[in-house]
């Protein structure tokens, strides 16, 4: 995550256009509290009220809109960008850098990773393609893998571990046989030796 150029203190409602100093006081008076002006107050009224999360369809930053509120790993959330980069395994050479907003997933970025790395790579007069992606576990997703097979790139990701087996009875036939076709791969020889190299 790359820390956008903008507080959280400057979000406004993209419905009304009130600032959040004014929303949670207009939400006080609804609730009946009175003098609640005081920055305390409002931070206890924010906490203490239900579905206390910010979402991204709701707020918009006015002194940067493209940026996203992205919860930190120490669960405070800010303004936020999402970098990501593609590297060829054999030659080490980055074939594609990209800003993304952050709150899409790493499932979500990598088909547009891809696609701006085969742009690079027919601009650049190349001949040699993609033919694997080769990612961690955070970037798996049964349409991210069928979405890759269909530009032709085979997919080394290992699964998340979850805690009940997922039902795929509403999947579609090819959702079901990439998703299967990549699990095939994961437990194969190379993909222990293909992952290593990536985290390096």
């Keep these: 995550m790359l820390e956008a150029n903008a507080s959280m203190k400057s979000i406004v409602r993209r419905d009304t256009g009130a600032s959040w100093s004014i929303y949670l006081t207009r939400l006080a008076k609804q609730a009946g509290i009175k003098n ?13 009220r239900p579905g206390t999360q910010v979402l991204n369809a709701d707020w918009k930053s006015l002194s940067d809109p493209d940026s996203r509120i992205a ?34 997933s790493d499932a979500q970025t990598l088909p547009d990773t891809l696609v701006r790395a085969e742009t690079n790579r027919l601009l650049s ?67 222990p030796r293909l992952q290593r190299r990536r985290s390096e």
């Design 36 to 48: 609640s002006t005081a920055a305390e107050d409002l931070r206890r009224i924010d906490r203490q």
């Design 71 to 104: 919860r930190k790993k120490d669960s405070r959330t800010h303004l936020a960008y999402k970098a990501e980069h593609a590297v060829d395994l054999d030659s080490e050479v980055i074939v594609a850098a990209a800003i993304h907003p952050a709150d899409r």
């Design 125 to 191: 007069g190349s001949e040699k393609r993609a033919q694997e992606a080769v990612a961690d576990k955070g970037y798996h997703a049964a349409e991210t893998v069928r979405e890759c097979e269909v530009m032709c790139v085979l997919t080394c990701i290992i699964e998340r571990k979850r805690k009940h087996l997922r039902r795929r009875a509403n999947k579609s036939k090819e959702l079901k046989c990439a998703v299967y076709a990549t699990r095939r791969r994961v437990v194969g020889r190379r993909s």
